[in-house]
Each structure stands twice: as structure tokens, then as C-alpha cells.
């Protein structure tokens, strides 16, 4: 596995103007605290837009009970290596799990990411390969309409996935699958995408 980089870490010189080098933080996704509700943000370079965020951060101060609990968390240095050893462990075999079963299925995705809790995937190109009567138009329009209506489709089948126009995908017909759950969760979900897909119903 390759082991985490962070930017503050690189000599920005020649690559990029170093008041554009912002790091968000927070404590909801390294330790799935999402209720928590706390987070940092670290820009060496850019003072005006700390003090943008001073002046409206006064307005959304964490509780005491998140600050004493995050504190505690960060303070027992053996929790948190053997934390995140396991939470690595535990996220590299889901990920395995379920670029797997999208090999084995034909359904493309993103290759190469190394972080994260989800997988980006072109049902719609699995989708338009399944279904003999796909129309031929590969235009972006006709392609933004088969995605937005193939998300339409999944959902009365029960199935929540992120829909890659929500998230600034380039392209339509891409959909986030989240594969931080139980392996049985996983199982189903990723077992009706694959039985919509090839449903007549979506035809």
C-alpha cells in the first residue's frame, strides 16, 4: 500500500502558487466520527482567507463534549496507530471486494485511487452493453439523458448510490459506490446493481 503523502509536505516552488494550497481535516473521516462534527483547515500562505473563515467561525464553534472527545482520541498515539493500521486493513480488502466483482462483471472504473470510501463506476457504459436496443447516440447530450435516467431506474430497486453529476463527474452514467460497510451489506448492493442492469424493467 502507498503511504500517505501530504501536500504541505512538497516544495510548491515551480508548481504552483503556494496561497492555493489549502488542507481540510477532519475528524469524520479518519475515525468515521461524522457526528463529531469537527474539522481544521490549514493554509500556510493565504491569510486572507483564514481571516474570512475567523469571521464566520465564531458562529459555528464545536462543543466542549466534541473538543474534550477529539482531544482524548488524539492524545492516546497507540489508539490511533493501531486505529488506522486496521481502518487501512479493513478498507484495502472492501475495496478489493468490490473492484473485483466490478472486473468480473465488466462494469468499468477508475483505476488507481489509493484513499478514500468509494469507487467511481460507469454503469452506464455496462448498462448501454447489456441492453441489446441501447440507442446508438454517443453525443454528451444523449449521454447525459441515458445517465440521468438510468439513475432514475435504479432507485425503485432500492438502491442509494451517489450519483457522479452530484459530485462534479466529467461525464454522466458515473456513480459512486460506497464500499466502507458490512460485507453483507456490500454483497446486496452490489448484487441488485448488477440484476437492475440486466432487469427488462430498465429497458
Not at 472492501?94 to 488507481?112: C, E, K, M, Q, S
Not at 489509493?114 to 446508438?136: E, H, K, M
Not at 447516440?137 to 441515458?146: E, L, T
Request: aromatic share 10%; charged share 25%.
Amino acid at each position: 500500500m502507498e503511504e500517505f503523502t501530504s501536500v504541505l509536505s512538497i516544495n510548491p516552488d515551480g508548481l504552483i502558487d503556494p496561497k492555493l494550497i489549502h488542507v481540510l481535516w477532519g475528524v469524520s473521516k479518519d475515525f468515521g466520527a461524522n457526528g463529531v462534527r469537527l474539522g481544521v483547515v490549514i493554509s500556510q500562505d493565504n491569510g486572507d482567507l483564514l481571516e474570512s473563515i475567523r469571521g464566520i467561525g465564531q458562529f459555528s464553534s464545536i462543543s466542549g463534549f466534541a473538543d474534550y472527545l477529539t482531544t482524548t482520541i488524539l492524545e492516546d498515539e497507540d489508539f490511533v496507530d493501531r486505529y488506522i493500521k486496521e481502518n487501512r486493513e479493513k478498507l484495502a480488502a472492501a475495496y478489493n471486494y468490490v473492484v473485483t466483482f466490478l472486473d468480473d462483471h465488466g462494469i468499468p472504473y477508475a483505476r488507481g485511487s489509493n484513499a478514500g470510501f468509494f469507487v467511481w463506476c460507469d454503469l452506464l457504459t455496462a448498462y448501454l452493453r447489456i441492453q441489446p436496443n441501447s440507442p446508438p447516440d454517443d453525443s454528451d447530450s444523449a449521454k447525459r439523458n441515458r445517465g440521468r435516467e438510468l439513475a432514475e431506474k435504479l432507485a425503485p430497486h432500492r438502491e442509494h448510490l451517489g450519483v457522479g453529476n452530484d459530485f462534479g463527474s466529467e461525464q454522466s452514467g458515473w456513480f459512486r459506490i460506497t464500499f466502507s460497510q458490512h460485507r453483507a451489506q456490500l454483497d446486496e448492493g452490489l448484487k441488485r446493481i448488477v440484476k437492475s442492469l440486466r432487469s427488462q424493467e430498465l429497458g
